[in-house]
């Protein structure tokens, strides 16, 4: 899919964000492989490879094969962190934390033609990162979560304000999960980036359905 449709999905809404997170899929024992076909098969918008090691020639390898198993069905990959293995892996972006390469030189690198998308944890992250040239914003945590111990959920009340009018595509991120959607979609996002809440999960396609139910809803 080109770049242009990619912005226009973007924009519509009611996306869905899995994250493949290396380290939690090797504990829980799972081939990401395996994993990747069965979610690709799944009404899943955007993959995720997520990876905090340095086994830079193996997460190269990694990221290659999980491109090409997301884009076989026509979904959007993008790659944790690295730009260079971003670009080396046919994905279609890369997705930059609070210390991750700066937006300005990851897009230098990468082209106008990918996607970047920008974490932000708090309300001054969110209002400087409004005018760089991201593609979308991910807030979070919302809730709390093993993968991020050290940082506190937004509160909910301040994110509404903040979030009104704002035209940026925005993803809420950090332990969400089926029990708590109801509240990320109230505060005005609808579009979640999802980890454990997926990849753990007993029945994937019931999951995702539900998901995507909640989130067309809020559309």
């Known amino acids: 899919m080109s770049y242009t449709l990619w912005k226009k999905k973007l924009s519509a809404g009611g996306l869905l964000y899995v994250i493949l997170d290396k380290e939690i899929i090797e504990k829980n024992k799972i081939d990401i492989f395996s994993l990747a076909e069965k979610l ?6 955007i993959f995720q490879f997520r990876f905090k090691d340095n086994f830079d020639r193996e997460n190269l390898v990694i990221a290659q094969r999980l491109s090409r198993i997301v884009h076989r069905r026509k979904k959007m990959f993008i790659v944790n962190d690295r730009v260079d293995i971003a670009c080396l892996s046919g994905a279609d ?10 937006v300005r030189e990851a897009r230098k690198l990468l082209g106008k033609r ?18 760089q040239k991201v593609d979308y914003l991910s807030i979070g945590p919302l809730f709390k979560t093993p993968t991020k111990p050290f940082l506190s959920p937004w509160n909910i009340n301040l994110l509404k304000r903040l979030i009104k009018e704002v035209k940026k595509v925005l993803f809420a991120i950090g332990g969400i999960d089926l029990i708590n959607l109801s509240k990320v979609v109230n505060v005005g996002i609808n579009n979640v980036a999802v980890c454990r809440g997926i990849i753990l999960s007993n029945n994937f396609k019931d999951t995702v ?5 909640c989130l067309k809803k809020a559309c």
């Open 40 to 45: 690709s098969l799944c009404k899943i918008d």
């Open 93 to 102: 972006g890369v997705h930059l934390g609070a210390e991750d390469l700066g």
């Open 114 to 131: 990918k996607i970047i998308g920008k974490t932000v944890h708090s309300k001054e992250e969110f209002r400087r990162f409004l005018s």
């Open 209 to 213: 359905e539900r998901f995507k139910l």
